[in-house]
């Protein structure tokens, strides 16, 4: 038992967090050309920076790691500078915030690939489905397999984000390794067939993961990086044969970097949390040090009810922060949630994005 609740302070790292509600990372896809944020993303998170902390939408550190339009890149001096606009308008609200970083192996697209060339995945598995382009929707391709040689450009590209990122003024990032992109892909013997030093045993196809953590934590220093996890999770098209051992494995070895938090998305995402029946996500925790961030699907009770029982250190929520800037705050009243509009979640301007009003204005104008 804890006596936690989502509206105390907590230490994480050098951080202190001013309450334990987190901004989920949220695809807008709403950055300028050259997938570079600018001045609208900065007003969007500056209108929720009462987190206690922010994730920043997925940002891709390479255009190979890109697979949807109008995302947003953390690999250019363009897009640092535009990075730069978001976290001084976060930091001057008293926010904090993380970058995450973001490869998507094989969920892109030629369209979205520099000179057309095929996505890359740890092996030649189409997945099913279809890819968010400029020009619409299109069925994903079969990508094509890394060669090992390559592996190492990757992790370097992480390294170079992570720096990007550093530069940008964030207050630390979050390894995405979940929801079926590029190293949830090289983790699930669903999409990784290598029989090289890659794939096979849990041992190699965990490699990548730990190369690419090793590489971002020193960048940022261990207690500034999060790293998300999704292991019962469908997401695009992932699967493995035994995902309850596979994540038992992941986590025991991301221990020795001391990294601040493990975000778990508890079940599909943004779907039922008992996608997988009877996976013990608590099992994951035992032998990890930091801080455990849970998402997925969390109201006030059951946050209060898993800080409480101690099954959480923080909760992330996602879709409600898009209608609810001032989320916090009517958690904290228990008032009512606004509720977001499908139609502009992705791409479009300001409608739908930073026009959602906080309560008191909410309230006035009824
Ligand atoms: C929804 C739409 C596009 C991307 C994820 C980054 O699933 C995403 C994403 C979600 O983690």
């Given at each position: 038992m804890s006596d936690a609740t989502l509206f105390q302070p907590l230490s994480l790292g050098p951080l202190t967090l001013a309450n334990r509600v987190v901004m989920a990372p949220l695809t807008?896809?709403?950055?300028?050309?050259?997938?570079i944020p600018h001045a609208l993303n900065a007003t969007y998170y500056a209108q929720r920076a009462s987190a206690g902390l922010i994730i920043s939408e997925a940002a891709q550190i390479s255009q190979q790691g890109k697979g949807y339009a109008f995302t947003p890149g953390i690999s250019t001096p363009e897009q640092v500078a535009g990075w730069r606009l978001v976290t001084r308008a976060v930091h001057a609200a008293d926010g904090r915030i993380f970058c995450q970083l973001w490869h998507v192996g094989r969920i892109s697209h030629p369209d979205l690939q520099a000179d057309g060339g095929l996505p890359v995945a740890p092996s030649a598995v189409q997945p099913e489905g279809q890819a968010f382009t400029e020009s619409g929707f299109k069925p994903f391709v079969t990508p094509r397999a890394l060669a090992e040689a390559e592996l190492p450009g990757i992790v370097a590209d992480y390294r170079h984000a992570a720096e990007c990122a550093l530069q940008a003024g964030f207050d630390g990032v979050e390894i995405h390794?979940?929801?079926?992109?590029l190293l949830d892909q090289f983790l699930r013997d669903k999409t990784n067939l290598r029989?090289?030093?890659?794939?096979?045993?849990l041992e190699n196809r965990t490699r990548l993961l730990l190369e690419v953590t090793a590489a971002v934590t020193g960048v940022w220093?261990?207690?500034?990086v999060g790293l998300r996890i999704s292991p019962s999770s469908p997401a695009n098209d992932i699967a493995d044969s035994n995902p309850q051992q596979l994540f038992g494995h992941v986590v025991q070895a991301l221990?020795?970097?001391?990294?601040a938090y493990l975000h778990v998305v508890e079940g599909a995402t943004g779907g039922p949390?008992?996608?997988?029946?009877?996976?013990?996500?608590?099992?994951?925790?035992?032998?990890?040090?930091g801080a455990y961030m849970a998402n997925n699907g969390y109201d006030l009770g059951m946050a209060q009810e898993a800080l409480g029982a101690g099954r959480a250190d923080l909760i992330a929520f996602g879709r409600p922060f898009i209608a609810n800037p001032d989320l916090v705050q009517r958690l904290r009243h228990g008032a009512p949630l606004a509720k977001l509009d499908q139609a502009t979640l992705?791409?479009?301007?300001?409608?739908?994005?930073?026009?959602?009003?906080p309560m008191a204005q909410a309230a006035a104008a009824q």
């Amino acid at each position: 038992m804890s006596d936690a609740t989502l509206f105390q302070p907590l230490s994480l790292g050098p951080l202190t967090l001013a309450n334990r509600v987190v901004m989920a990372p949220l695809t807008r896809s709403r950055a300028a050309a050259g997938d570079i944020p600018h001045a609208l993303n900065a007003t969007y998170y500056a209108q929720r920076a009462s987190a206690g902390l922010i994730i920043s939408e997925a940002a891709q550190i390479s255009q190979q790691g890109k697979g949807y339009a109008f995302t947003p890149g953390i690999s250019t001096p363009e897009q640092v500078a535009g990075w730069r606009l978001v976290t001084r308008a976060v930091h001057a609200a008293d926010g904090r915030i993380f970058c995450q970083l973001w490869h998507v192996g094989r969920i892109s697209h030629p369209d979205l690939q520099a000179d057309g060339g095929l996505p890359v995945a740890p092996s030649a598995v189409q997945p099913e489905g279809q890819a968010f382009t400029e020009s619409g929707f299109k069925p994903f391709v079969t990508p094509r397999a890394l060669a090992e040689a390559e592996l190492p450009g990757i992790v370097a590209d992480y390294r170079h984000a992570a720096e990007c990122a550093l530069q940008a003024g964030f207050d630390g990032v979050e390894i995405h390794a979940a929801n079926g992109y590029l190293l949830d892909q090289f983790l699930r013997d669903k999409t990784n067939l290598r029989t090289d030093g890659y794939g096979g045993s849990l041992e190699n196809r965990t490699r990548l993961l730990l190369e690419v953590t090793a590489a971002v934590t020193g960048v940022w220093g261990d207690n500034r990086v999060g790293l998300r996890i999704s292991p019962s999770s469908p997401a695009n098209d992932i699967a493995d044969s035994n995902p309850q051992q596979l994540f038992g494995h992941v986590v025991q070895a991301l221990d020795r970097f001391g990294l601040a938090y493990l975000h778990v998305v508890e079940g599909a995402t943004g779907g039922p949390r008992d996608s997988i029946p009877g996976f013990d996500f608590q099992a994951l925790r035992q032998g990890f040090r930091g801080a455990y961030m849970a998402n997925n699907g969390y109201d006030l009770g059951m946050a209060q009810e898993a800080l409480g029982a101690g099954r959480a250190d923080l909760i992330a929520f996602g879709r409600p922060f898009i209608a609810n800037p001032d989320l916090v705050q009517r958690l904290r009243h228990g008032a009512p949630l606004a509720k977001l509009d499908q139609a502009t979640l992705y791409g479009g301007d300001a409608h739908g994005y930073t026009d959602y009003p906080p309560m008191a204005q909410a309230a006035a104008a009824q």
